[in-house]
C-alpha cells in the first residue's frame, strides 16, 4: 500500500535514469548474457550436468541492481569519453565480480533469501535432496555455491581483462580493479570478526562499512571508469571525493532497509541484518544512546536466529526511540547533499553529470 | 625410520630438480614473499586485524610441492626463451590460484589437515574458539576461509596479470589460464556431484580426474607456458599429448597415496579420500571386480566420516585384493612411459627437456 502510495505520487516524469540511458542497461544485459553463453559451452564440454550453474548465475543477474557498472560507465563518460561496447564489458565484469562477492556472502551468513528468490545455496540443497543424493544436502549445496561463486570470480576477470579497452588503458584501470578487490575482502573478514566480537562502538561500524561497502559500491567502480578513460587527477580527486561521502551514505540506508526495509523491495526477509548480528552503525548509535532494558533488546536480538517478528517490532522501537534511526537519517541526507555539491563543483561534462547525480539519488533514497 | 632409511639410500647424486635448477625454487619463493607482503600492507590500511589472513596464507604457501609452477616454467623454457623473472612471477601466480582452490576444497571436504598442518577453515576456528567469540566457532572459521580463498584467487590474477611480460605475450596466454580456472571448477562440481550420487563408474570416475585435476595440474601449466613463449603448434601439440597422458597418471598416483599413501608424505590424514567418499578410479576398479562381501566393504566405508583404522585397513585389503591396486599401479606406469617417450620425440631443447622427463618421474613417482 505504501508502495502504491509513492508510486503514484511520482507525477513529474523521472529523467532518464542512469542505470538505463545511453542503452546501458539493455547492453550490459546483452554482454553478460552472451558471455555466459560462452562459459556455458565451456562447462558443457566438460559435462552437461554442469548447465545448472550457468543457470543459476543468470537468475541471480537478472534480478541485479547494476549500480556498479553504471558508477563505472558514468565515471568513463565524465571523463570526457565516449559510449563504447568495450567499457560497458569492463562495467559488466563488476557485476560478475558483484554475483560471486554475494554467493559466497550468503553462504557463509547462511541467508536463505536473496534478491527476492532462495539463495544459490538453498537451491543446489533443493536439488540435493529433490534428487535423493547421497550425503549432506545443506553441505552439497554450500559446496556447490562456494564453485560458483569461484567460477564468476574468475569470470569476472575474464570478462575485464578481455573487455576490448587497449592494453595502456587497461593498465591504468588495473590498480583500481585489483585494490577494490582486496579491500572488499578484508572488509568482510573485519565484518565478521566485529559480528563475532560482538562490538558496538560507531568508529568500529564505520570502518566495517568503509571497506567491506562504501568503497566498493561507490569509490572504486568510478575511479575505474575514470582510471580506464584516463582522466585528469583534478576529475579524479571530484570523484573521489564525491564518492567517499556517496558510499557511506549508501551503507547507512542499506543498514536502514536491512531492518526496517519491505522485504519485496529489498529482496531479502525483513530483519535479516538483526538476525545475522551485524554491527552496523544504526545499532551502534542507538546502544550508545539506549538504556539498560534498550540495551537488554538489542542483546537478545541481535544474532538470534531464531528472532520472531515481535522481537524484531521491539528492536525497530529501540532504534527509532533512541533517536539511531533519525540520526542515521539526517546523517545520509547530509552525506548525499555534500557528495552532490562536490560533483555539482566539477563541473562534470552532460550528459555524465546529471547522471551521477541521478545515481547519487538512487542509491540512497528511503524507498529502493 | 622409513624417511630415513630412503635418504641414506639415496647415494648417486640426484640430477638438479626441476623444482630447483636455474634457482626456480628460490626465486618463486621470493617472488610470493614480496608479493604477499605487498598484499599484506594493503591489508594492513584497512585494519592490523586482517594480518592473520596473510600469515595463515604463508604457512599454506611454505609447503607447497609447486609442481605447476614448475611445469609452466619449463614449458617456457622448451620453448627455447631464457630464463626470465617474468615468468617466474607467471609461475608463482599458478600456485596462489592453486592454494585458493585448496582453501575452498578443504572447506567443502571439511577436511581437518593439509601440507602436514591444520587447514586454514581449522585454524580460524581454533583462533575464534581460543578468543572466546560469539558464535559458532565452525562457521567463523570456514568464512574466513573462503574469504582467504577469495583473496588468493584475485591475487592470482593481480600476480599474473602484471608479471611484467609483454601484453602480447600475455594475450597469447589468457586463453589457456581462463579455460584453466573454468574446466578445473567445472570439474570440481563435476566431484561433488558424483559423490553424492555414489557412483562407482570408471569411466565417469576418469572423466572427474580429467578435469578436475589431470588438466589443470599439467596440461594447463605446460600449455600455458608454452603459449607465453610463442612456442610453435607443433611444439605445442607435443606438450598436449605429454601432458594428457602424464596428468591421469599424476592423478591416479594421488588416488592410490589418498588410501595408501603415509601421512608424513602426504601431509594429510591416512584415507582421507575414503572418509570423503571420493569416487576414484581405482575405488570404481575395485568395485567392478569385488565380490558382494567386498562391495559391502567399500559401501561402508566410502563417505563414512568415523571411519576406523580397522575399517580403512579392509578397504585396503579389498582395493588390493581385486587387483584393482595392481592395475591403477600398471596404468600409472604405461601412462609415464608413453608420456615420456612422447616428450623424447618431441625433442625439447635442453635443458628444459630433462628438467620435464625428470618433472613427469617426480608427479607420478610411488613415494611421493
Not at 65 to 71: G, I, M, S, T, V
Not at 111 to 121: E, F, L, V, Y
Not at 144 to 156: E, P, T
Amino acid at each position: 500500500m505504501t508502495a502504491n502510495l509513492i508510486s503514484t505520487t511520482a507525477t513529474r516524469p523521472a529523467p532518464r535514469s542512469p542505470l538505463d540511458a545511453e542503452e546501458l542497461g539493455s547492453n550490459l544485459w546483452r554482454v553478460l548474457d552472451s558471455f555466459l553463453a560462452r562459459q556455458s559451452e565451456v562447462l558443457r564440454s566438460v559435462s552437461a550436468d554442469l548447465a545448472v550453474l550457468g543457470e543459476a548465475l543468470s537468475a541471480l543477474l537478472a534480478k541485479g541492481k547494476r549500480l556498479r557498472p553504471a558508477f563505472l560507465y558514468w565515471g568513463w563518460r565524465g571523463a570526457g569519453e565516449p559510449a563504447d561496447n568495450s567499457v560497458v564489458r569492463a562495467a559488466a565484469a563488476l557485476e560478475l565480480f558483484h554475483a560471486a562477492a554475494l554467493l559466497h556472502d550468503d553462504v557463509m551468513d547462511g541467508s536463505d533469501t536473496r534478491r527476492g528468490m532462495a539463495t544459490a545455496h538453498r537451491r543446489f540443497e533443493a536439488g540435493h535432496r529433490a534428487s535423493r543424493l547421497l550425503g549432506d544436502p545443506a553441505a552439497f549445496g554450500r559446496a556447490a555455491a562456494v564453485l560458483l561463486g569461484d567460477l564468476c570470480m574468475a569470470w569476472s576477470d575474464e570478462l575485464f581483462t578481455g573487455c576490448g579497452l587497449d592494453p595502456s588503458r587497461l593498465a591504468r584501470g588495473r590498480p583500481v580493479f585489483d585494490l577494490m578487490r582486496t579491500q572488499v575482502m578484508g572488509g568482510q573478514y573485519l565484518d565478521l570478526l566485529e559480528q563475532a566480537r560482538g562490538e558496538f562502538g560507531v568508529e568500529r561500524a564505520r570502518s566495517v562499512i568503509r571497506w567491506k561497502s562504501a568503497k566498493y559500491t561507490v569509490e572504486h567502480p568510478l575511479l575505474l571508469g575514470g582510471s580506464l578513460a584516463g582522466a585528469p587527477p583534478r576529475l579524479l580527486d571530484a570523484y573521489s571525493a564525491f564518492e567517499v561521502l556517496l558510499g557511506e551514505a549508501f551503507q547507512l540506508r542499506d543498514d536502514v532497509l536491512g531492518v526496517f526495509g519491505d522485504p519485496r523491495r529489498t529482496g531479502k526477509p525483513a530483519g535479516d541484518d538483526v538476525r545475522e548480528g551485524k554491527r552496523t552503525v544504526l545499532v551502534a548509535l542507538a546502544h550508545e544512546r539506549a538504556t539498560p532494558a534498550q540495551r537488554a533488546v538489542l542483546a537478545g536480538a541481535l544474532g538470534n536466529p531464531q528472532l520472531t517478528e515481535r522481537e524484531l517490532h521491539r528492536v525497530r522501537e529501540v532504534l527509532a526511540g533512541t533517536g539511531a534511526l533519525g540520526a542515521v537519517e539526517r546523517s545520509i541526507q547530509r552525506l548525499t547533499e555534500r557528495a552532490r555539491a562536490t560533483l555539482a563543483a566539477a563541473a562534470v561534462p552532460a550528459p555524465a553529470g546529471d547522471m551521477l547525480q541521478e545515481l547519487a539519488r538512487t542509491a540512497t533514497v528511503r524507498s529502493t
